[in-house]
């Protein structure tokens, strides 16, 4: 089946620091990608779609010039979190559909980030 | 009201027992319907899709009634195993995308 990974699988950063995730579709090209985030003991909520060679378009709520979502490549989307603080910390997911998929996506393994 | 609602949980069951869950959602124009299981801090990983005729899959069954909005999931004879969250998922034309969006989710804990 397809796979998508990502990296780090987790990371701890001071408050104020940048981090960068990357997610990769390791057996597919990934047209569009998915970043989600989930706090403890609730749902996924999307953050933004990215479309390759095209901005991403993020949803309501979701600060565009805090969370950077880049998607230069059909197997790579990258998601930086800029001057993090601590109510950044969360389970960040990205998931990644190929262009004969209608619905279906395939989920990374998620990123744990904590901000200290 | 909420896009997806979930029973809240946990539900705590001894093996071999049957759970349902329920799941109801309020967009009309949504597509396609899933369940996913979802592992303490991993990645949701898709169950099973969710057809109006009903579908089976082993010990696992889920239904869709388009017309209350309504989806379940059936399990039969539970497994220690079958111990994770169950997240109900839901696809929607959204902006011209083809976005998911997940409840909840419910834990569901079996034990020996």
């Known amino acids: 089946g397809a796979v998508v990974s990502q990296h780090p699988s987790w990371v701890i950063c001071k408050s104020g620091t940048s981090v960068k995730i990357e997610c990769r579709s390791l057996d597919f090209q990934a047209t569009t990608m998915f970043w989600y985030r989930q706090f403890p003991k609730q749902s996924l909520m999307l953050m933004a779609t990215s479309n390759e060679g095209s901005k991403a378009t993020y949803e309501q709520g979701v600060e565009k010039d805090k969370f950077l979502i880049n998607h230069a490549s059909l197997t790579l989307s990258t998601l930086t979190v800029t001057s993090a603080h601590p109510e950044d910390s969360s389970f960040y997911i990205c998931?990644?559909?190929?262009?004969?998929?209608?619905?279906?996506?395939?989920f990374g393994p998620g990123t744990r980030l904590t901000v200290t | 009201r909420k896009e997806v609602e979930q029973d809240p949980g946990p539900f705590n069951v001894p093996e071999g027992a049957t759970v349902a869950f329920n799941c109801t959602y309020s967009?009309?124009?949504?597509?396609?319907f899933f369940w996913y299981r979802q592992d303490c801090r991993k990645e949701p990983k898709l169950l099973m899709s969710v057809y109006s005729s009903g579908n089976e899959d082993g010990r696992f069954t889920a239904q869709l009634n388009r017309a209350s909005q309504y989806i379940s999931l059936l399990i039969r004879d539970s497994k220690l195993s079958d111990s994770a969250t169950y997240l109900c998922?839901?696809?929607?034309?959204?902006?011209?995308?083809?976005?998911?969006?997940f409840g909840k989710g419910t834990m569901l804990l079996v034990s020996p």
């Open positions: 998931s990644a559909r190929d262009w004969a998929s209608a619905y279906e996506q395939y």
């Open positions: 967009n009309s124009a949504s597509q396609s």
């Open positions: 998922v839901v696809n929607a034309m959204n902006s011209g995308y083809s976005t998911l969006t």
